[in-house]
C-alpha cells in the first residue's frame, strides 16, 4: 500500500536515508506475536516532487507553462515563491502553535514581572493593598513562567532527538532515546545528556543547558525583592523645640516674681553641676531640625590673678586673703586651709550695653584644695548673643543640639512699648546678629529692659556677695558647690547654658523641624531578573533553531510522543481500524491510536509485550 505525502514542506526527503521513516501499521496473529517475526518493510517514503508542481497541485488557477504569454515567467515565478513562502509559515504556527503559545505565556508573565516590579520599585511597603506579599505574586509568576519554558525546551529536545536518529552519519545507540527522553523531563536528564553523548548535536546542547538552567529560577525570583527600613516624614506628626528672638515682658511685669524664682533654681542647679534637659516636642522616635536660632547668654571669663592686687597672709592654720581687680572690685575672706570649706568671694557688676551689650559681669576668688590652696582670681562677662542650632535631632527623650554657634550681639537701637496694664513705658532693646550668622536666619533680636532687670535680679541673688545681708548664704552655697566645682570658667559657661535654655521658653515661639517615622519600602534589585529574562530569551532562539533544522531536513515531526516509539517498532501491530491510515504523522498516529486497545502480558518465554486486544 502506497502512502500520499504529507502536505508540508516539513517532509520533502533528502537522501535514501529518509526514505524510511515509519512503518504502516500490518495485521499480526498471535502466533506470529509469540514466534517474534520480522514483518518486511513497507515503502513509505515520499515520490519527489518539485516545486512547480507541488505549486500546481495546491493553486489550480496556476495555468501550465505552454500556456503562459510571453513576459510572464518572472511574475509567476516571484508570485509562486510568495505562496509557498506564505503556505510554509502556515505550516510551521500549525505544526508548532502549543509552543509558540507557551513561549508568549512565558514572555508574557515576564512582561507582567518587569511592569509590576517598576510600578513597586521604591514604593512603602504599606501601601501593597492585597493580603498576598509581593513576593508570593514574583515568586509564583516565576514558576508559571519556568512551567511554560520547562514545556517549550522539553518538546525541542524531543525533536532533536528524532533528528539524532534520522540524520545521523553514525548508527546510534538505541540507549539514546532514553537519554533524549530524560533529558526532555528535567534538568537531571538534561545534565546526563550533555555528559554521556559525545555525537550530540549543538542545538540539542544548548536546549540541555536551557533545562539546567531552569533550576535556578525560583531561586533567582526570592532574590528579587528586600525591604529595607527607611525614614520618612510624618505629615502629620509634629516636631518643635522652644526658642526666642523677642524677650519680651509680661503684662506685669514689674512683678514678674514666678520667672525669676524659677531661673535662680536653674542658676543653683547650674552652679551644683547638675543637668538639664532642654524642653522639645516629637510625637515619633525621632526628629530634626535643620537650622534655628535664639536669644541666649554666652560666658566669657579670663585669669587675673596676675594682673591683680593683693595676697592671702597668714599660715596653714589661717589665710587671710584681700584683693583688688584691675576693675576695682575687691575680694577677699579667710580660709582655714585644713578645713573643708574653700574659700569662695564673689562681686558682681551689671554690664552696660556697648558694642557687645554686657548682661553680667562678676570675679571670683578661689582659695581650695585645686588650687594648693593658693589664690586664683577669675573675671567672667556674661552678654546677650545669639546662639544657633544645625541638625538638631531628638530620639526618644533626648534632645542632642547638634553643632551650635554663639554669634555677639549689637545694640540697634531701642523703642518704647507703652504696657497696656500698668500704663508703664517698658524700653525695648534693638540687638542685631554679628559675625558669620545663618542668613538663613532672622538676625534681629529684641530684648524688654523690664524683663531683662528682672533676670539680672536673679542672678544677683545667687552671685552677688554682701548684697542685703545676703553674704553669708551666698557665701555658703557657691562653697559648697566648689568642694567638687572650684573651675570659674566651667561654672559660668554652665550658667549660660542653663539661662539660655530658660529664655527659649519665655515665649511661644517654635522652632519647627521633621518629624520622621520608620517605614518599610520595597526595593527591586534588578540585576536577579536577568536569569530568567536570559532564559526567555535562550527558549525562543532554542525553539526557532529547531523549527529550522527540521524544516531544513525533512525530520519527522513526532516531538516527545511516546506514540512514535510504539508506531515505529520493529513489531508493528495493528487493527482492522488502522489499514488505510496514514501512520506517518503524529496527528495520524494520535487518531488510529484511540481506536487500539492493548495489554501487557507475558509470551511463552516470560517476556513482557504490549498486546493488542
Not at 540524520?167 to 538534561?190: I, M, N
Not at 527607611?230 to 523645640?241: C, H, K, Q, T
Not at 525533512?554 to 510504539?566: P, R
Request: charged content about 15%; aromatic content about 10%; overall charge neutral.
Amino acid at each position: 500500500m502506497s502512502v500520499s505525502p504529507l502536505d508540508s514542506a516539513f517532509w520533502q526527503p533528502e537522501g535514501p536515508h529518509q526514505r524510511q521513516d515509519s512503518i504502516l501499521l500490518n495485521k499480526i496473529s498471535h502466533e506470529s506475536r509469540q514466534d517474534w517475526e520480522y514483518w518486511p518493510p513497507v515503502d513509505t517514503s515520499y515520490p519527489p516532487q518539485s516545486s512547480r508542481s507541488l505549486s500546481q497541485d495546491r493553486h489550480p488557477l496556476a495555468t501550465p507553462e505552454s500556456d503562459h504569454e510571453p513576459g510572464t515567467d518572472g511574475l509567476q515565478d516571484s508570485t509562486e515563491t510568495s505562496v509557498r513562502q506564505s503556505c510554509r509559515w502556515r505550516q510551521i504556527i500549525k505544526d508548532w502553535w502549543a509552543e509558540i503559545l507557551w513561549l508568549g505565556f512565558a514572555a508574557f508573565n515576564l512582561g507582567v514581572i518587569i511592569v509590576g516590579l517598576y510600578l513597586l520599585d521604591d514604593k512603602p511597603l504599606a501601601g501593597w493593598r492585597f493580603s498576598i506579599s509581593p513576593n508570593a505574586v514574583v515568586s509564583a509568576l516565576i514558576v508559571a513562567t519556568k512551567a511554560a519554558l520547562i514545556y517549550t525546551t522539553a518538546c525541542c529536545i524531543g525533536q532533536l532527538k528524532w533528528d539524532h536518529f534520522q540524520h545521523g552519519r553514525q548508527p546510534r545507540s538505541v540507549y539514546d532515546l532514553k537519554t533524549f527522553d530524560e533529558a526532555s523531563k528535567g534538568p537531571l536528564g538534561a545534565l546526563k545528556l550533555v555528559l554521556k553523548l559525545r555525537s550530540i548535536s549543538g542545538i540539542a546542547l544548548f536546549g540541555a543547558l536551557v533545562v539546567v538552567a531552569a533550576i535556578f529560577m525560583e531561586t533567582f525570583g526570592q532574590q528579587i525583592l528586600v525591604y529595607p527600613s527607611r525614614n520618612v516624614a510624618a505629615n502629620d506628626s509634629l516636631a518643635m523645640f522652644p526658642v526666642t528672638q523677642h524677650l519680651a515682658s509680661q503684662n506685669s511685669w514689674y512683678l514678674d516674681y514666678t520667672m525669676m524664682s524659677d531661673l535662680q533654681k536653674l542658676l543653683l542647679t547650674a552652679i551644683f553641676r547638675g543637668s538639664v534637659a532642654p524642653d522639645f516636642e516629637c510625637s515619633t522616635a525621632e526628629c530634626t531640625w535643620i537650622s534655628s536660632a535664639t536669644l541666649g547668654i554666652c560666658s566669657k571669663c579670663r585669669d587675673i590673678t596676675d594682673v591683680s592686687n593683693g595676697s592671702c597672709k597668714g599660715d596653714s592654720r589661717l589665710l587671710d586673703c584681700s584683693f583688688v581687680t584691675p576693675g576695682g572690685m575687691k575680694l577677699g575672706g579667710n580660709v582655714q586651709p585644713g578645713g573643708p570649706m574653700p574659700l569662695i568671694n564673689t562681686t558682681t557688676v551689671d554690664g552696660v550695653y556697648d558694642a557687645t551689650p554686657s548682661f553680667y559681669n562678676f570675679s571670683t576668688l578661689v582659695v581650695a584644695e585645686s588650687t594648693n590652696w593658693t589664690a586664683k582670681l577669675t573675671e567672667c562677662e556674661l552678654s546677650w548673643c545669639a546662639w544657633t542650632y544645625r541638625n538638631a535631632t531628638s530620639r526618644g527623650t533626648d534632645l542632642d543640639l547638634g553643632a551650635t554657634g554663639q554669634f555677639p550681639l549689637q545694640l540697634a537701637g531701642t523703642w518704647d512699648r507703652i504696657n497696656q496694664t500698668s500704663n508703664l513705658v517698658d524700653t525695648q532693646s534693638v540687638l542685631t546678629a554679628s559675625g558669620d550668622f545663618p542668613a538663613n536666619l532672622n538676625k534681629t533680636f529684641t530684648i524688654s529692659q523690664g524683663k531683662e532687670y528682672f533676670l539680672k535680679y536673679a542672678v544677683r541673688l545667687i552671685l552677688k556677695a554682701g548684697y542685703q545681708g545676703a553674704d553669708f548664704y551666698t557665701q555658703l552655697t557657691l562653697a559648697t558647690s566648689s568642694l567638687d566645682y572650684t573651675d570659674t570658667t566651667a561654672m559660668s559657661g554652665n550658667l549660660a547654658v542653663f539661662m539660655t535654655n530658660a529664655l527659649r521658653t519665655q515665649d511661644a515661639w517654635q522652632s519647627v523641624g521633621t518629624a520622621w517615622q520608620s517605614t518599610t519600602f520595597i526595593r527591586v534589585r534588578w540585576i536577579w531578573l536577568l536569569l530568567p529574562a536570559i532564559l526567555v530569551l535562550a527558549t525562543g532562539i532554542l525553539l526557532v533553531l529547531t523549527i529550522v533544522q527540521s524544516t531544513r531536513h525533512g525530520t519527522v515531526l513526532w516531538k516527545t510522543s511516546m506514540l512514535a516509539f510504539l508506531f515505529c517498532s520493529t513489531h508493528a501491530w495493528t487493527t482492522q481500524t488502522s489499514r488505510d491510515e496514514n501512520a506517518r504523522s503524529l496527528k495520524a498516529m494520535e487518531t488510529v491510536s484511540k481506536k487500539m486497545d492493548a495489554r501487557l502480558e507475558k509470551d511463552d518465554q516470560g517476556r513482557y509485550q504490549l498486546v493488542q486486544i
